[in-house]
């Protein structure tokens, strides 16, 4: 049975910082682009990072471009997002999620992605 598992959500002030990681089980995912999404308050799910999967290329969005950074430890089967400078536009609940398709290049969308965890909430107090 596949596991994604996030961690280190939380509340933080404006200008901090924090980290999150993503820990997959039950199958390896070392040939698929790892991302995360996530979900503000009364808004749609939203694109936010992926990683392919020999971390050659990563994308991100404009919102958080030069903020974030996503990187991925295929031995661990683990993806991290290092979140600086937050914002109170960054609340959210962020989701890891797995593209289902192998050896994939290109910035994935939701439809994409195979598998899901269940989210952690971010809160950036102003």
């Known amino acids: 049975q596949v596991q994604l598992v996030e961690s280190g959500g939380g509340l933080v002030q404006a200008g901090g910082s924090l980290r999150l990681s993503c820990a997959a089980s039950?199958?390896?995912?070392?040939?698929?682009?790892m991302g995360w999404f996530r979900q503000g308050p009364g808004k749609e799910r939203e694109f936010v990072a992926a990683i392919i999967w020999n971390g050659g290329r990563t994308y991100t969005s404009d919102s958080v471009k030069g903020r974030f950074t996503i990187s991925r430890d295929n031995g661990k089967n683990t993806v991290y997002l290092q979140m600086n400078s937050l914002k109170p536009e960054d609340t959210a609940v962020y989701y890891c999620?797995?593209?289902?398709?192998?050896?994939?290049?290109?910035?994935?969308?939701?439809?994409?992605?195979?598998?899901w965890g269940k989210g952690t909430l971010v809160t950036v107090s102003s």
């Open positions: 999620a797995v593209e289902g398709q192998a050896y994939g290049s290109s910035r994935p969308g939701p439809h994409d992605m195979r598998y």
């Open positions: 039950g199958r390896t995912f070392s040939m698929n682009t």
